[in-house]
């Protein structure tokens, strides 16, 4: 792949925006102070719209599920989460970065997912099933996972917190893609989607915007994570694959599951339950993810899709 066909990935509207509000969080971090507030709402409309593609009732079929969900579960959780949490615990003793890795590595996997399966000519039926899998589980997973490695927190708050972020827009979705404006506006729902994500990455960056500049250990020990459990576990995946000559769309899947977690809405809880310091785990990781993304559609030759 060329420079040109590099810039023009990189210039893809729906990137861009990307790029565009995490560069903001850096100059216009002052603002961020008022934008955290409306961070919940946002996630609640990005996740609304992007689950509103998925119909339930559909996934719960039990032929359809144990596979997808079991591959979702040793990728997303286990190996991907717990390398979250291990590193998360051998780099630094700060219990507020600690608390934002455990909340990253019970995330759900990223809702992008089933749209990067598909340009990367993955499974799309594995990736959707897998995901939406994710978000139900992670709503048990999360707050278990932050009682048992002992962190001190407000149970209600972390509660109505994955309420409001997971399982609130599940239940819109599948009501919301039943009506008549959804058919309507459907065409608009990757901008608004990726418009979403990018004032939440800006917010994220801006409240951190201290640590990030001053590449402290703050800073720098959630980039050596993100960096090793996305780019470094990515590649792990992919050439264990390749060696055991496991077809391409079971590769991608694993890839994706293995390295692709919903970051933006790790940071959000981490935000409102523990403070801006816990959500750096996912606030960095956002970009490390969307570079890596970069490299798979360098890699694979695809174009690229709305993140979310």
């Given amino acids: ?23 903001a969080g850096f100059f216009f ?7 955290q507030h409306f961070i919940v709402l946002l996630l609640i409309v990005a996740m609304t719209l992007s689950m509103s593609r998925v119909d339930i009732k559909q996934v ?28 998360g615990y051998l780099l630094t003793q700060d219990t507020l970065l600690r608390a934002g890795f455990i909340l990253l590595a019970s995330a759900p996997p990223s809702l992008a997912i089933p749209a990067f399966a598909y340009n990367l000519k993955g499974n799309i039926n594995t990736s959707l099933v897998g995901t939406t899998m994710g978000y139900l589980a992670s709503m048990a997973i999360m707050p278990l996972a932050v009682g048992i490695f002992g962190h001190e927190y ?11 972020i997971i399982f609130l827009p599940l239940l819109l979705s599948q009501v919301y893609r039943t009506t008549k404006i959804a058919r309507q506006t459907e065409k608009y729902h990757g901008h608004i989607i990726n418009w979403c994500i990018a004032v939440v990455a800006f917010t994220l960056v801006g409240l951190n915007h201290a640590s990030v500049i001053s590449a402290d250990q703050d800073m720098i020990v959630p980039l050596i994570v993100a960096i090793v459990t ?10 264990v694959c390749k060696r055991k000559g496991i077809p391409h769309s079971e590769t991608v899947n694993y890839m ?19 403070g801006a310091k816990a959500s750096l785990p996912g606030a ?9 993304y970069c ?11 709305p993140s979310g």
Wanted: without cysteine.
């Fill in 29 to 35: 971090y002052p603002v961020s102070q008022y934008s």
């Fill in 295 to 305: 490299w798979l559609v360098i890699r694979w030759g695809n174009k690229a899709v």
């Fill in 230 to 239: 996305i780019f470094g576990l990515g590649e792990l995946i992919y050439l």
């Fill in 154 to 164: 407000d149970i209600s708050k972390l509660l109505i917190t994955i309420f409001q």
């Fill in 284 to 292: 960095i990781a956002i970009s490390v993810g969307f570079l890596y």
């Fill in 1 to 23: 792949m060329n420079l040109k066909t590099l810039a023009k990935l990189l210039l893809n509207q729906h990137n861009f925006i990307l790029i565009v509000g995490v560069g």
């Fill in 256 to 274: 994706l599951f293995g390295t692709m977690k919903k970051w933006a809405g790790a940071s959000a809880v981490a935000l409102v339950v523990f």
């Fill in 60 to 87: 719960f079929s039990p032929s359809q599920i144990i596979r997808p969900t079991l591959i979702m579960l040793v990728f997303n959780f286990i190996l991907l989460g717990g390398a979250n949490v291990l590193l």
